[in-house]
């Protein structure tokens, strides 16, 4: 998820000014860099949550809002489930607000042009060490959850 919204920025020009032309010009994100050169970006493999990326990037990763981009909510989940007829889990409706906030986050700092690649051997230890941190923390509290559940 963090590869798409690095993908699909839409990038800040390079000198860091912009003008009023490049005001009335819409950016360009990575992925069309990446067509436009007739390549594909080689994506990681979801795993058994896969299913839950198609409900993501079917829900949209987030909402427009007079305020800029949001993310999606409850009320977007319960209304994709009435459309579509189909009951998720808890822990699924969390799963899919928490990618919309991860998708958010990713993709405002993936604008920057020089931003590396999610996951990417360009990661300074620091990095790593910040994501590796971060993925074990949510894991774990998840997995807490789990137990916390009623059954």
């Known amino acids: 998820m963090r590869t798409w919204a690095w993908l699909n920025a839409p990038l800040k020009p390079k000198n860091g000014k912009k003008t009023q032309q490049q005001d009335d010009e819409p950016r360009i994100t990575r992925i069309e860099e990446f067509r436009a050169e007739g390549r594909e970006p ?63 986050l990713a993709k405002d700092v993936a604008k920057d042009p020089g931003a590396t690649r999610p996951g990417s051997v360009d990661e300074s230890p620091e990095q790593a060490e910040e994501r590796r941190e971060r993925v074990s923390s949510r894991l774990g509290d998840m997995l807490r959850s789990f137990r916390r559940a009623p059954k």
């Not at 990037?57 to 909402?63: I, R, T, V």
């Not at 994709?80 to 998708?103: A, F, M, N, Y």
């Open 42 to 104: 080689d994506m990681p493999d979801p795993g058994p949550a896969g299913y839950l990326l198609e409900v993501f990037f079917d829900l949209g990763p987030s909402l427009q809002s007079p305020m800029g981009e949001m993310p999606i909510g409850y009320e977007q989940l319960v209304a994709w489930q009435s459309i579509h007829g189909v009951r998720l889990t808890p822990w699924e409706g969390k799963t899919l607000c928490d990618l919309s906030v991860s998708w958010l």
